[in-house]
């Protein structure tokens, strides 16, 4: 019975993140953003305990692994995806995207906000490839799914005024949700917060990444601060890479 209740903890917590996505999308859906992020990050936090629990208790399996990937494309994917999709129905359009008076319905502002499932989709194929990729054990390989919902969750509750009143906005948002799409699947290798032992040397990058957080949430509040914490983690990430010190990391 004891064994039962440890090998179904992970399993539970997995669920709860899921259900905390679908909570998230529908408050995405509705137009409120802010419980939509507080949704997400509660998932989030589910699903930092998941695998914790697991490797804790020693009750790893093919299943959790597979529920894990499910629950994150709910909760890293199709909730910040329906975000966007909010967003992009409610932002000013351009004078020159503006349905000719014969139509009897608005064609861009009902077709072009369907394109930000584009990021439901690449996040599903960023965790199918999580899952038979042997090089992502210590770091990623793209951006992960939860640092990209962060992301954007973040970036749209932080700028309401200028999204919705910008006419440009559409672009700026097109462009990056494109961007987005193109991380998540891209061969960039990431540093991840996964320690083998808790000493500074073979760790600094990490410790050095959770001071900067805690100061940028100070500064900038625990719910909008997220889209500048993940940008900074993309570009310690690149250069990293580019300097060569990405492979020590992972070691």
Known sequence: MNHFIASNIPNALTCSNLISGCIATLCAYSGNTQMALIWILIGA??????????????????????????????????????????TLSVIDYPSFLQSPPQYSFDVYRTVIPYLAFLMAA???????????DQRQTDSFIGLPTPANALFWGALILTNPYWIENNSWSLFCILALMLTSCYLLVCELPMFALKFKHWTWKGNTIRYSFMILTIIVLCLFGVLKGWWIVIACYFLISLYLYITGKSKRISK
């Open 122 to 132: 690449f996040s599903a194929l960023r965790l199918a490839k999580f899952n038979i």
């Open 45 to 86: 936090t589910f699903d930092f305990f998941d695998g914790m629990s697991a490797r804790l208790l020693k009750v790893s399996s093919p299943i959790g692994k597979e529920l894990d990937s499910l629950a994150d494309v709910v909760t890293f994917g199709v909730a910040p995806s329906t975000m966007i999709y909010y």
